[in-house]
């Protein structure tokens, strides 16, 4: 057969466009490197997946290739993807597939095993900054926000005086003093920032190149978010490699981070020494024609017309609302709509808003209206809220002498034990530590005859502190460990015993105000902690790979790697941040934003926008909300609409079916050709993590299944992905029963 014949046949063997063709079979030259530009829905994620498996094919071995990508959620897509065409969980497990977090954390932590690497959390922040307002001499200083002091100790980290990064901050009254006393801080408790992180990283490969000697190519997924320090990281891990980037520039949304749609040529800057080829992946595979003109519309004409390859369909619809509430009930109305077809799953839907707080709003009145719903985040959404605390306790439970920072997290909980406390014992540790090479720990001073005397005055305190740690050195005794070490159960009830003892339970139940919505979000965020636990526990007791890390041990080094899966019957929400790189069939976009933005913002707002609008397969609704003042609120409208969209009125009614606030048919008209179109276009898989159910994943599917009268948990599939019902063990009680009953007895 001629070559030419061949390679077409090869094409057609992996169902891929010529393009896509060229992509997956680029030479594998270590002087090379290759970006693809792929719009949305082009199929990037496929043909990473398929180049891999096709290097594989050529003899590259698993373990030479080193894969980047942004967030945890893209990984496991990529994860996921591999395995659906490899069918070989071992192989994929051997393919260096990381976040640049974790990627980093291995190089840093494999490399330099003084240093643990733990990063600092949201909570861990709060915790930090509540300190250091009693170290500034300052009765009235303005405190300084989480970010403001993490930019500080950044700056600071990397060669700026304390002085100098002060000088960014003119209205907050904050000492240099205090700085100091949170950097040595930061460095006693071994706990780093994610850009500190990342800067060991480089300086580790720096200085130790060879340690990616076994590296042949590095492929970077989503290079369009690559903010300064990330493309730093690129470009040292992949000299004299191969090196494959994709992404979508119309796609960068991490401005505010430092990522900028410019990339591609600070890429071309930072490769000199590479022969640079680009390859445009423009077929669209996901959207309908209809969603991809209103697409087009808002991120300007003159980029590359994308040729959508789906069938016509519906218009999308834009609905104006006169309220926020307005547009909740339609959307409640509409989804009980969708699902009564029994064709159109929640799990089809997503819901996209550019706050946090709109869909926490929201989801609370989805669940008085009995529609279940999940809310996507890029990491579990327990970790940025006070249910973290519980990762303190078993840190501590775990290695007490190393736990520094989670001590002083969850001493404060204690009551009695307020800043004044901790300050004392963070300064009483420091003088010990001054010149000690072997510097003593917080937990080996809690222990010391030195605390006990500094306590006696304060007898109330001192005792709550010592019950603490008299009660963790006895789940500790080797007896009550290996009852908890591998026991998720009894793991959780441990610590649930200890949030009720030492204080969580009253920071969560003591705010001045504790709504429903409260209660909600914590019973939540509880259920998603425990799920999480198990699916730990399955991963590490099941997959072969994992050395004999005990539960405990891969939870602490896995908590921040596998994000929340979506279930069949519940409905998605998620920021339009984090929903980047799904796809949905139906995709409601909510309006409540009435912010001006600048012309710079503008341009940001759009591309957030595009990555909205292009999640979406089959239906898509866009909605505006206008608020009281209803002259003005007009006027904002169409002002937003025309910065929103290039078009003038006339072309969005055509991009668009438009209906008015007072219009009362305002939904699809879901008719029969409609539904069957939808059942033939699904594409539930891939993305979104969901596994096929055919026989090749038959044989691979796990279920953990415990005496079903009893307790009634089933975990579900590998790799992140549950799907059963879930229910907590006989006697605990958890959620808004784990405040109100477990909490309060
Ligand atoms: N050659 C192809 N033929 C048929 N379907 C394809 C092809 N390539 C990709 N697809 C499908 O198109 C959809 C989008 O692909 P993929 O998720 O890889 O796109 P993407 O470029 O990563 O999207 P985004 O940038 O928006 O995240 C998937 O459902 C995928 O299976």
Same mark, same amino acid.
């Given at each position: 057969m001629p070559e030419k014949e061949q390679e077409e046949d090869r094409e057609l063997e992996l169902n891929v466009t010529p393009s896509q063709y060229d992509a997956i079979t680029y030479p594998l030259d270590s002087n090379r490197l290759l970006k693809i530009i792929a719009g949305p829905g082009s199929g990037k994620t496929k043909t990473l997946v398929n180049r891999i498996v096709y290097l594989l094919n050529e003899g590259v071995k698993p373990n030479e290739f080193l894969v980047l990508s942004m967030t945890n959620r893209a990984v496991l897509a990529l994860k996921n993807q591999m395995y659906e065409l490899l069918g070989e969980e071992e192989l994929v497990s051997q393919i260096n597939i990381h976040t640049f977090h974790s990627f980093s954390s291995s190089v840093v932590s494999s490399n330099n095993v003084?240093?643990?690497?733990r990063i600092i959390e949201d909570i861990g922040w709060r915790t930090l900054i509540n300190l250091s307002s009693t170290h #500034?001499?300052? &009765?009235t200083f303005s405190r300084l926000s989480r970010s403001q002091i993490e930019e500080i100790v950044e700056s600071v980290n990397a060669g700026m005086t304390i002085n100098d990064a002060l000088v960014k901050h003119p209205g907050k009254k904050i000492d240099v003093e205090t700085i100091k006393n949170i950097m040595t801080w930061l460095s006693n408790s071994n706990i780093i920032t994610y850009q500190d992180l990342l800067v060991d990283c480089i300086k580790t490969v720096r200085k130790n190149p060879a340690i990616l000697n076994n590296i042949k190519t590095v492929i970077v997924d989503e290079f369009q978010d690559m903010y300064g320090k990330l493309l730093d990281v690129v470009e040292i891990v992949s000299r004299q490699k191969n090196l494959v980037i994709a992404g979508d520039p119309n796609q960068s949304i991490y401005g505010f981070l430092? #990522?900028?749609? &410019?990339i591609l040529d600070r890429i071309d800057k930072a490769f000199l020494d590479k022969q640079i080829d680009v390859i445009h992946l423009n077929e669209c595979f996901r959207s309908t024609p209809e969603i991809m003109r209103v697409a087009e519309a808002i991120i300007d004409a003159d980029t590359a017309r994308i040729h959508v390859v789906k069938q016509q369909s519906y218009l999308p619809i834009l609905n104006i609302f006169l309220t926020e509430e307005e547009e909740y009930q339609f959307i409640i109305d509409e989804i009980k709509k969708l699902v009564s077809t029994e064709v159109i799953k929640p799990i089809d839907i997503v819901i996209l808003s550019h706050t946090n707080k709109t869909l926490d709003k929201l989801q609370h009145l989805l669940k008085t209206n009995d529609i279940q719903s999940v809310k996507l985040s890029l990491n579990q959404p327990w970790i940025n809220s006070e249910i973290f605390h519980l990762v303190d306790y078993l840190n501590i439970i775990y290695e007490p002498e190393k736990a520094n920072h989670s001590l002083i997290c969850v001493l404060g909980l204690i009551e009695g034990v307020g800043p004044i406390t901790l300050k004392t014992l963070m300064n009483k540790i420091g003088k010990i530590n001054e010149n000690n090479s072997n510097p003593v720990s917080i937990w080996e001073y809690l222990n010391s005859e030195e605390f006990a005397s500094l306590m006696k005055t304060r007898t109330k305190v001192a005792k709550k502190i010592m019950d603490f740690t008299n009660e963790i050195m006895q789940i500790r005794s080797p007896e009550n460990y290996s009852k908890i070490e591998n026991n998720p159960d009894e793991l959780i009830k441990i610590l649930l015993d200890l949030g009720k003892k030492y204080g969580l339970k009253r920071l969560i139940t003591s705010k001045k105000i504790v709504t429903e919505q409260d209660l909600v979000k914590y019973d939540n965020y509880l259920n998603q902690f425990y799920e999480y636990l198990w699916i730990i526990y399955e991963k590490s007791f099941t997959a072969k790979n994992v050395s004999q890390a005990s539960l405990i041990e891969f939870f602490l080094k896995n908590y921040n790697d596998i994000p929340l899966a979506q279930k069949e019957n519940s409905i998605n929400l998620s920021t339009i941040h984090s929903a980047k790189g799904l796809e949905f069939p139906i995709v409601f976009i909510l309006g409540a934003d009435n912010r001006i933005y600048d012309s710079h913002e503008l341009q940001a707002h759009r591309r957030k926008l595009y990555v909205a609008v292009t999640r979406a397969s089959q239906l898509l609704y866009y909605g505006k909300v206008l608020n009281n003042d209803s002259f003005h609120s007009n006027a904002l409208l169409s002002s937003n609409m025309n910065s929103e969209f290039f078009v003038d009125k006339k072309t969005l009614g055509k991009i668009f079916k438009i209906n008015n606030y007072?219009?009362?048919?305002?939904?699809?008209?879901?008719d029969n050709i409609f539904l069957k179109n939808y059942s033939n276009n699904l594409r539930r898989q891939g993305k979104n993590f969901l596994i096929p159910n055919n026989k090749k994943f038959d044989r691979r599917m796990y279920h953990h299944k415990v005496d079903e009268n009893k307790s009634g948990y089933h975990i579900g599939r590998r790799w992140g992905f549950q799907n059963n019902a879930f229910k907590f063990p006989n006697g605990i009680k958890i959620g808004m029963r784990f405040i109100k009953l477990h909490f309060s007895r």
């Amino acid at each position: 057969m001629p070559e030419k014949e061949q390679e077409e046949d090869r094409e057609l063997e992996l169902n891929v466009t010529p393009s896509q063709y060229d992509a997956i079979t680029y030479p594998l030259d270590s002087n090379r490197l290759l970006k693809i530009i792929a719009g949305p829905g082009s199929g990037k994620t496929k043909t990473l997946v398929n180049r891999i498996v096709y290097l594989l094919n050529e003899g590259v071995k698993p373990n030479e290739f080193l894969v980047l990508s942004m967030t945890n959620r893209a990984v496991l897509a990529l994860k996921n993807q591999m395995y659906e065409l490899l069918g070989e969980e071992e192989l994929v497990s051997q393919i260096n597939i990381h976040t640049f977090h974790s990627f980093s954390s291995s190089v840093v932590s494999s490399n330099n095993v003084a240093k643990d690497c733990r990063i600092i959390e949201d909570i861990g922040w709060r915790t930090l900054i509540n300190l250091s307002s009693t170290h #500034s001499s300052h &009765n009235t200083f303005s405190r300084l926000s989480r970010s403001q002091i993490e930019e500080i100790v950044e700056s600071v980290n990397a060669g700026m005086t304390i002085n100098d990064a002060l000088v960014k901050h003119p209205g907050k009254k904050i000492d240099v003093e205090t700085i100091k006393n949170i950097m040595t801080w930061l460095s006693n408790s071994n706990i780093i920032t994610y850009q500190d992180l990342l800067v060991d990283c480089i300086k580790t490969v720096r200085k130790n190149p060879a340690i990616l000697n076994n590296i042949k190519t590095v492929i970077v997924d989503e290079f369009q978010d690559m903010y300064g320090k990330l493309l730093d990281v690129v470009e040292i891990v992949s000299r004299q490699k191969n090196l494959v980037i994709a992404g979508d520039p119309n796609q960068s949304i991490y401005g505010f981070l430092g #990522s900028n749609p &410019n990339i591609l040529d600070r890429i071309d800057k930072a490769f000199l020494d590479k022969q640079i080829d680009v390859i445009h992946l423009n077929e669209c595979f996901r959207s309908t024609p209809e969603i991809m003109r209103v697409a087009e519309a808002i991120i300007d004409a003159d980029t590359a017309r994308i040729h959508v390859v789906k069938q016509q369909s519906y218009l999308p619809i834009l609905n104006i609302f006169l309220t926020e509430e307005e547009e909740y009930q339609f959307i409640i109305d509409e989804i009980k709509k969708l699902v009564s077809t029994e064709v159109i799953k929640p799990i089809d839907i997503v819901i996209l808003s550019h706050t946090n707080k709109t869909l926490d709003k929201l989801q609370h009145l989805l669940k008085t209206n009995d529609i279940q719903s999940v809310k996507l985040s890029l990491n579990q959404p327990w970790i940025n809220s006070e249910i973290f605390h519980l990762v303190d306790y078993l840190n501590i439970i775990y290695e007490p002498e190393k736990a520094n920072h989670s001590l002083i997290c969850v001493l404060g909980l204690i009551e009695g034990v307020g800043p004044i406390t901790l300050k004392t014992l963070m300064n009483k540790i420091g003088k010990i530590n001054e010149n000690n090479s072997n510097p003593v720990s917080i937990w080996e001073y809690l222990n010391s005859e030195e605390f006990a005397s500094l306590m006696k005055t304060r007898t109330k305190v001192a005792k709550k502190i010592m019950d603490f740690t008299n009660e963790i050195m006895q789940i500790r005794s080797p007896e009550n460990y290996s009852k908890i070490e591998n026991n998720p159960d009894e793991l959780i009830k441990i610590l649930l015993d200890l949030g009720k003892k030492y204080g969580l339970k009253r920071l969560i139940t003591s705010k001045k105000i504790v709504t429903e919505q409260d209660l909600v979000k914590y019973d939540n965020y509880l259920n998603q902690f425990y799920e999480y636990l198990w699916i730990i526990y399955e991963k590490s007791f099941t997959a072969k790979n994992v050395s004999q890390a005990s539960l405990i041990e891969f939870f602490l080094k896995n908590y921040n790697d596998i994000p929340l899966a979506q279930k069949e019957n519940s409905i998605n929400l998620s920021t339009i941040h984090s929903a980047k790189g799904l796809e949905f069939p139906i995709v409601f976009i909510l309006g409540a934003d009435n912010r001006i933005y600048d012309s710079h913002e503008l341009q940001a707002h759009r591309r957030k926008l595009y990555v909205a609008v292009t999640r979406a397969s089959q239906l898509l609704y866009y909605g505006k909300v206008l608020n009281n003042d209803s002259f003005h609120s007009n006027a904002l409208l169409s002002s937003n609409m025309n910065s929103e969209f290039f078009v003038d009125k006339k072309t969005l009614g055509k991009i668009f079916k438009i209906n008015n606030y007072n219009d009362s048919n305002r939904g699809f008209n879901l008719d029969n050709i409609f539904l069957k179109n939808y059942s033939n276009n699904l594409r539930r898989q891939g993305k979104n993590f969901l596994i096929p159910n055919n026989k090749k994943f038959d044989r691979r599917m796990y279920h953990h299944k415990v005496d079903e009268n009893k307790s009634g948990y089933h975990i579900g599939r590998r790799w992140g992905f549950q799907n059963n019902a879930f229910k907590f063990p006989n006697g605990i009680k958890i959620g808004m029963r784990f405040i109100k009953l477990h909490f309060s007895r």
